[in-house]
């Protein structure tokens, strides 16, 4: 028998964690830790630079400007922002329900063989009929990897954490075995499939360096989403189960059937992910084109702290410095690493902050 | 242990307790729910520290300020819970944690001879390569008694140790224990079964409300005399309690329009009524599979308000969570109106009115992370009530929270505070003002007001009256027997996951449903 309770109606409230969501502060104090976290980030990655010998000021100019500086920055900024924000949904909308889901890449790669596929064999088609099919078999195909995850954990409870990671192996295999032996392309010197039809990419906006479409997709996707997840009712059961599984269960939610949706849309998400950088950026299925996005994608996913209005101007943020990165080694010749030991450390000022604030909530009580 | 005081925040949970224990002696250690037998024993075992009192093992003073200080003492403590390495085998279990010898070399041969010897010789058997999750509760019990003693413990201390097991095992563990005090050793058994202190202790303590009550022997005492004790409805409740007690009872009754219930001479009122909730042979398992409540059947009228009075562990959780619908029904049936209900998935339960205010308020009752209005809505998120289109209608329902902030008082900063935010009395109420949310066509209420001021549950029991005006059937399940008795027009005891007798309202003998639901006294 359960005997967890707190028997008097104390007039001060135990001071539990705060929340990941605890939208009560409204926006100035959600967004100090951020700004709080970003600068002392700065300033120690800056101490870092300092003692490798390098400019730390030139290499922060390159890391910042570079992105909006010119039209060229700009384009390619917002190309690596759209799928480093579907693979930070592939994350925390399954963590919405508590589940960790570390398949975004092989989901990424999976989708984009779907894709691929679909475009190099029906590349007669118009666009008006072919690219849709290649987003939706991009999406689809993310949904049956990141599928048999779900199917694993729901039918025998098979950790989600393990399978999805495994799975990124198998898929660098699949995509290894479809570029090499199913639509090779020779001549390329590299692992890559050859090119999709005309009907399968995404046509650009503006002048050259044009923009693909695909990152009009990726606002209204994420209006979707945030949408979904705080107005809908089953948005609301995905978060209720992650809150708290066992009162989601006594009030009506399918805890399992929640946890298992939240895992299918996370695949959908980075299957599309996969699609739109073969229709919009490669035009063809290559080797290595999962990029970093799995763990940049994990990282955007816990600064967001569940907030998926949030989220998208976190990715795109990290799509800023990672377009500035290699402005930076160019300009400054300091290693594109430093930029992944910022963003981490963004990360961990973030968490620390959570720490903090609730020493402060205690010490105020 | 003398003067042993133990707060946490503004609740004391043990007043200046005093406990002995002799060699050669099963002691057993009595009381409801709450009363703080465990939190005594988790001080001397040093999970821990008391704020005052002292703790003397063989006339000396000792320090206890972590197990580890209590297992060198000699003192051996077996939780409800396990916390046992499942993917490991018994002698694994048994010897981790213990000095190995070799940091490099395993060999458990030894410790795996001297574990069947005692296992042998305490006629408790295991086998001692046998992987532990392959094991049963009971098994798994004595893999942790065994535990103790290999570690040299002196005085074994038991935590409701019979509440898993089937009678034969607990004649086993029964037998056991007698081995063990024949030896020189101690052995105190925490329990709320009067039965079993009287098959097998040879002293026992009674504790309620944080305080020692009394200590007898077996030969002094007999079961009814525990069971008034116990129960507490004797002299020696300290007067200011009883004020509020009978407060709380004259609330009730103030409520209740024209009935003579305080007069318990009056004739019984029996009232025909529409029958609401049909509950038939209802049979139902708890998390290990064993059955806590058999054939359990019960009507409930529209309107009425059935009380089921019962020690903690008698079956409440299961069946409240059965007739819930949260819990699945092993076999039997649950009808609302001519609405049968068993088999459907919760939300269904939900949709047709029955409202649930469960127990374990921060388990089942709440999200912590969620807002005071995203609590209220949760349970109805897909019902028409709370949305406007396809979509939450999160405006209205930030309304309806800041209304039931103001109507059920409850202590926040707004409706968007996170519920875990709150003190155990507000997340009480916002789970009380979900479920009177919606008129309910049965509400099943356990424990409802533990921990709420008067004014609080006065302000409960006027809602459930108002739930029953309506047409309502409300099962309220509650250790407080006084509340039972007040509240109720019918009152059943429920012991072991049966009924054992029902009274009318009126007709209520505190005494004898005190030893109808300890099991004292069978129902004729």
């Given at each position: 028998m359960s005997?967890?309770?707190?028997?008097?109606p104390a007039r001060n409230a135990p001071a539990p964690p705060p929340g990941p969501a605890a939208r009560a502060g409204g926006w100035v104090s959600t967004a100090l830790p951020f700004v709080g976290a970003v600068v002392a980030a700065f300033l120690v990655g800056g101490l870092i630079i300092l003692l490798l010998g390098y400019d730390p000021v030139r290499a922060f100019d390159a890391v910042l400007t570079t992105s909006f500086s010119s039209r060229f920055g700009i384009v390619e900024t917002l190309h690596k922002t759209v799928p480093i924000l579907l693979c930070a949904y592939a994350f925390a909308i399954p963590l919405a329900t508590g589940k960790f889901n570390i398949g975004a890449e092989g989901q990424l790669l999976v989708g984009a063989t779907g894709g691929v596929a679909l475009g190099i064999l029906w590349s007669d088609l118009p666009m008006v009929v072919l690219l849709p099919c290649v987003l939706v078999a991009g999406a689809l195909a993310g949904t049956l990897w990141s599928g048999i995850a779900a199917f694993l954990m729901i039918r025998f409870r098979v950790n989600e954490i393990l399978s999805t990671v495994l799975l990124n192996f198998v898929s660098f295999q699949l995509i290894d075995y479809v570029a090499s032996h199913v639509w090779p392309d020779r001549g390329a010197g590299h692992p890559a499939t050859v090119v999709v039809g005309d009907g399968a990419r995404l046509p650009g906006l503006?002048?050259?360096?044009?923009?693909?479409?695909g990152v009009l997709i990726a606002v209204v996707l994420a209006v979707v989403v945030a949408f979904w997840m705080n107005r809908t009712a089953s948005g609301f059961e995905l978060r209720a189960v992650g809150a708290n599984p066992r009162a989601a269960m006594v009030h009506g939610v399918r805890t399992s059937r929640m946890a298992g949706a939240g895992m299918l849309v996370g695949g959908a998400v980075a299957g599309l992910a996969g699609a739109i950088e073969v229709a919009g950026v490669h035009g063809?299925?290559?080797?290595g084109m999962q990029s970093n996005f799995l763990i940049l994608g994990i990282i955007v996913g816990l600064m967001a702290r569940g907030s998926m209005v949030a989220l998208p101007f976190i990715a795109f943020g990290i799509a800023v410095l990672e377009v500035g990165a290699s402005a930076m080694q160019r300009t400054a010749q300091v290693p594109v690493e430093i930029v992944l030991i910022i963003e981490a450390l963004i990360l961990l000022f973030l968490l620390l902050t959570d720490v903090v604030r609730h020493r402060l909530r205690r010490a105020a009580q | 242990m003398t003067g042993v005081v133990k707060r946490f925040g503004s609740v004391t949970a043990l007043d200046h307790v005093d406990f002995e224990v002799a060699r050669n002696e099963v002691h057993g250690l009595l009381g409801g729910n709450g009363a703080g037998k465990t939190t005594l024993m988790n001080v001397l075992y040093g999970l821990y520290r008391p704020d005052s009192g002292q703790i003397r093992i063989d006339g000396k003073e000792v320090?206890?300020?972590?197990?580890?200080?209590?297992?060198?003492?000699?003192?051996?403590?077996?939780?409800?819970?396990?916390?046992?390495?499942?993917?490991y085998t018994v002698t694994e279990n048994i010897v981790l944690g213990t000095d190995l010898g070799s940091p490099v070399r395993l060999d458990l041969s030894d410790a795996r001879k001297r574990i069947v010897g005692l296992s042998e010789h305490f006629g408790l058997k295991v086998d001692p390569d046998a992987v532990v999750e392959d094991l049963p509760v009971g098994?798994?019990?004595?893999?942790?008694?065994?535990?103790?003693?290999?570690?040299?413990?002196?005085?074994?201390?038991?935590?409701?140790?019979t509440t898993n097991l089937t009678p034969q095992e607990v004649d086993d563990l029964f037998r056991s224990m007698r081995v063990m005090v024949d030896e020189g050793m101690s052995v105190i058994l925490i329990t709320h079964k009067i039965r079993e202190?009287?098959?097998?202790?040879?002293r026992m303590t009674i504790m309620r409300e944080g305080r020692h009550v009394a200590t007898v022997t077996r030969a002094e005492t007999d079961a009814e005399d525990l069971a008034e004790t116990m129960v507490g409805r004797q002299v020696d409740i300290d007067p200011a309690e009883d004020e509020d007690v009978a407060a709380t009872a004259a609330v009730a009754m103030g409520a209740v329009e024209a009935t003579e219930v305080a007069d318990e001479t009056a004739p019984p009122q029996v009232v025909e009524y529409e029958t609401g909730v049909e509950v038939r042979d209802l049979t139902v398992a708890n998390d290990h599979g064993v059955r806590v409540v058999k054939d359990f059947t019960l009507e409930i009228g529209k309107g009425e308000i059935v009380g089921i009075?019962?020690?903690?562990?008698?079956?409440?959780?299961e069946l409240a969570e059965a007739i819930a619908g949260v819990r699945p029904i092993v076999s039997g049936s649950v009808r609302l109106g001519d609405l049968e209900l068993t088999g459907r998935p919760t939300v269904e339960w939900l949709e047709h009115g029955v409202a649930y205010v469960p127990e374990d308020r921060n388990r089942d009752g709440i999200l912590p992370t969620a807002s005071i209005t995203e609590n209220l809505v949760l349970g109805s998120q897909r019902n028409p009530r709370v949305r406007r289109g396809r979509l939450i209608d999160w405006k209205a329902a930030r309304e309806r929270a800041v209304e039931a902030i103001r109507q059920f008082s409850i202590k926040a900063n707004g409706p968007a505070t996170p519920c875990g935010d709150l003190s155990g009395g507000n997340i009480q109420r916002v789970i009380l003002a979900r479920a009177f949310a919606h008129q309910p066509r049965l509400l099943i209420l356990h424990n409802p007001t533990r921990g709420l001021d008067i004014a609080s549950t006065r302000f409960v029991y006027e809602q459930v009256r108002s739930v029953t005006e309506k047409g309502g059937a409300v099962l309220l399940i509650s250790e407080d027997l006084d509340e039972v008795i007040s509240l109720s027009d019918r009152v059943l005891a429920l012991y072991a996951g049966s009924l054992n007798g029902s009274w009318p309202r009126g007709a209520v003998d505190p005494y004898e449903v005190g030893r109808r639901m300890t099991g004292l006294q069978d129902a004729s």
């Open positions: 005997t967890v309770e707190t028997p008097t503006g002048e050259r360096p044009a923009m693909h479409t063809r299925m290559l080797e | 320090q206890i300020s972590a197990p580890r200080d209590a297992i060198e003492a000699g003192v051996g403590m077996v939780h409800q819970t396990f916390l046992q390495v499942d993917s098994v798994r019990q004595r893999v942790e008694i065994l535990k103790a003693l290999y570690r040299g413990c002196s005085l074994l201390i038991l935590d409701e140790p202190t009287l098959a097998v202790c040879d009075a019962g020690v903690a562990g008698n079956g409440q959780v």
